[in-house]
């Protein structure tokens, strides 16, 4: 047995069966591994970005980790942004990058380059294999670190003669170590704070979003007048009707500060202290009051769900019910961010997956589509633009059977547009409606923000247009089929449509 | 003056006037001063790998820096691939990264990074600006570096509070350092190696490949007999009708080997020791014999041409008339690499420039294309494709009036495809042959190297058609013009139409 076949024996009894690759020359040891060996479904990509953003799509959904096949330095530095954004959505995952025989790094080929340096920063464990025999091992741990709590990032190197050479050896799953227990001594101090008659938030992030958890924390919420709210971007929200409803801290810095305005004690269950995305001249950098006392009921890395659940008993916090909203209606006339949101409500399939890089123009979305059919949210984490089609990819691939809708700015979408092809290729249920305003219009905002009248060269910079992109060709290019609504009613009837028809489908809006 | 004006007056001092940029919200200031500040052209990119890239093939054609402007470490880890390319190019490139305030980044928000630590493996210099008034320094550095022999990659990292705060300096350029001068002895040695009766081989790289530095060498092999060569990747090669053709060393390992066959002497002109692409088992790492020696008659850094016009003078070498070939005629009937070739002989332009990622179909195209008009030939230096369609991008704007012929393969073309709107948006003349073969073939033919009758999961990994690209939609899509060409006709008749009209076209050559 060589060290690809242990490697691939290994991630397959680790319980990794699926992997997005990109692969290179140096990794056709490991393709033909993968050939030979049956099991592991291998997803091709066209660009490295899709493979990782997908591996972190997959993982939200199926709640385990994908592996990703990269190649050399440069094929991982075009998977780091997504591999940042899996990151921030504490996403396991295991990156086998293929590189070098060991022999031959010092002689600094063309394709030499630090891909340890460059894993670095995206990952919370990078090893480089150093013998065919000891591959199985280094998998087996990489597996091990990706699935302990929160969910981390593995990255294991393999120089191409550790791959081609004898002796590998298939090494058995480790366990995967217990997430640390929460602390009874904060569940008691959340407790006192809770009774204690001051203005307390509950921040909920992570696994304090799945609805069990939701619904724990509302009986909190009912119980004491605390007020709930999450990050934010989240990694996934369990949302729509017959569950309990969450709203998230706003992007902007002035309503982020007006959501926290007034708070006492935050708790924090699951999220971390939450901080502004960018810093401004003259505004906080962290939204809560500054006299806000922070409390952490779990960290990250701690079953907050547990947490919430433990509180509520320890409140005697009686169940409640979810909210019942009258069933939302499509929306008809002119295309804008609410009718949209309306829309959307009234014609998700029942257990959808939505993935939301809607940027500026979906800001309402949220909060107008509590009462939608049940579904997950999903949303790009690490604020690196670029994800939302390689997670729907994975998604989908996560989550088979249920419809992925994907809701796309146009600027974001350009990064990774190959991810389309991937889509047509691997068949799957995604409908992508594409929000196509021809500008970087979060940008142009910021620039009026910071000086007035903004010339020729600002505006070229942050213009789209000129020409315009043409989304109905780049989708058919990549094998999607596409169509353009121009009003609400159109809209309605392509989504509705292509939620019936198996396959992808692209909804170009005009907004 | 805030330190973003500091910073752009700074490089328009330094003759630094281009910018390839995609900017994000913490660059807002910076673009702003783009803005107010006239002098720099500012070139829109959707996606980083397309503005590194298009750096690397400006400076290259106009023999002095852009700039790039991107946003925070996922900017610059998307541009890194492209950047790793430019590198191993010794090309001059100056990256302006904005990131977040100085006091923001403790809080550790969603986008940040460590840009530092992914700068640092394709940089030849990092340093993240402290304070508004020394970012006109720091930006002279850059600069200074970025010219240093034989060209080099500086990277700025600008966290927001450097370029919005006051008391910006502009800082005058500063002298660029003189290349080491050539070492009298080497030039002595060589001399008596060239007169000494064993086989000498000249690898010729860099500067030696100018139009002069060639007539020179040629000068010396006419005199003594020595055979040039140049890597098998180069940054520029002067070509075509009354220059002075050389070959290069084959990407393939047997092939190379076989082309160093009998060499007692390698003397590197501008050029490093060569090194297969990959190792294979059972094959050598360097493809020139074991027992021949070494020698440097200049370092990368120094002025090869300079060396080889003393190293003529030393010898007294005649000078020597290019070889005059029958004009070459444009193929007909069926497609193929030769027919290819032949045809591109036939029709380029005079004064064309080149870009070459044609990867496996495109071996056979430098041989054949000697008695072609007057062009320069520019590869991917780094071996990380997909750097084809920006390098065109890139050498359009820094040779206006020339003709851009971008030879790309279809696999590595779907990296960076994003580049197709920036060269519509700036009417670039380029004409783009997409080589359209649905596969990544060069991994076909090492996976066949590697193992017998690949399976359907093999296949699929190295597979493009399932969907087939459907390539005049995505060019299209993007804004340029584009057509099919199933024979050779037709590729002569559009390729012919295509230098004519300005602007770019895009032909897909069903190969």
New interface residues.
Partial sequence: MNGAESLVHTLLGAGVDTCF?N????E??F??A???IPG?R?V?A??E?VASGAADGYARMAGKPAATLLH????L??A??NL??AR?ANVPMVNCVGD??T??RP?????T??AE??A???SAWVRTARHAREVGRDAAVAVQVARTAPGQIATLILP??TC?EAGGEVAPALPVPAAPAVDALAIEQARRLLRGGERVLLLLGGPALAAAALADAHRIAAATGARLLAPG?NARVARGRGRYPIERIPYPVDAAVAALAGVRHLILVGA?EP?????Y?GKP??PAPADASVHVLARPEQDAAAALAALAEALDAPAVSPPVSPPPEPARGAIGPEAFAHSLAALLPEQAVVVDESITFGRSFFPLTHAAAPHDWLQL????I?EGLPLATGAAIGAPGRRVVSLQAD?SA??T??AL?TQ??ERLDVTTVLFDNRRYA??QH??A???AN?????L?????G?????????A????VAAARATTMEQFNDLFAQSCLRPGPFLIALAT
């Fill in positions: 690759a692969p290179g020359t140096s056709m040891h393709v033909a993968l050939d030979r592991m291998c091709l066209l660009f970005g050399c330095g440069p094929g530095a075009n780091l942004a940042h954004n921030r070098q025989a022999y031959h002689l600094d080929a063309p394709l380059a630090d340096g460059w670095r920063g995206a191409s003669d081609w971007s971390r901080a502004t995305f960018f810093a001249p950098g962290r984490c690490g604020g690196a670029g600027g350009l990064y547009v190959q092809w047509a290729r979060i940008l910021e620039l923000a910071v000086g903004p010339g020729r060269t600002a070229d910079m942050l213009d789209l000129n020409p315009d992109i043409d989304w109905l060709r780049i058919e290019g990549f094998g």
